[in-house]
């Protein structure tokens, strides 16, 4: 059974830094592109970033980009989401997701990642 788990979010300051993995058991992210979400209360979920599989292609979303770094470590089986510079408005439950293709260019199109976490709560607040 394929499942991923994130790890904890947590409280964080403005301007602070966080870091969140993803986990991943019963397949091997080796062969998936990572991409990270969010969804902020009272809205849409949006992509944040994204990784191929080897690491070749990773894109960002304008509202992160500078701040936000993703990593993949295959022989962990693991990704990450590097959050720094933190902003209130980056607050919401955070979510890795899988996509079972292999890109030359990975996109954050979410009908395309069929495994997803779920979720962590990241709150950026004073």
């Known amino acids: 059974q394929l499942q991923i788990v994130e790890s904890v979010g947590g409280l964080v300051q403005p301007g602070g830094s966080l870091t969140v993995s993803c986990a991943a058991s019963g397949f091997s992210l080796d062969y998936y592109t990572i991409g990270w979400f969010r969804q902020a209360p009272g809205k849409e979920r949006e992509g944040l970033s994204c990784i191929n599989t080897r690491g070749t292609s990773i894109e960002y979303a304008d509202s992160v980009k500078g701040r936000f770094t993703i990593s993949r470590d295959n022989a962990k089986n693991m990704a990450y989401l590097q959050m720094n510079g933190l902003k209130p408005e980056d607050t919401g439950v955070y979510y890795c997701?899988?996509?079972?293709?292999?890109?030359?260019?990975?996109?954050?199109?979410?009908?395309?990642?069929?495994?997803w976490g779920q979720g962590t709560q990241v709150t950026v607040s004073s």
């Open positions: 997701a899988a996509d079972p293709y292999i890109y030359r260019t990975c996109a954050l199109i979410q009908a395309n990642f069929d495994s």
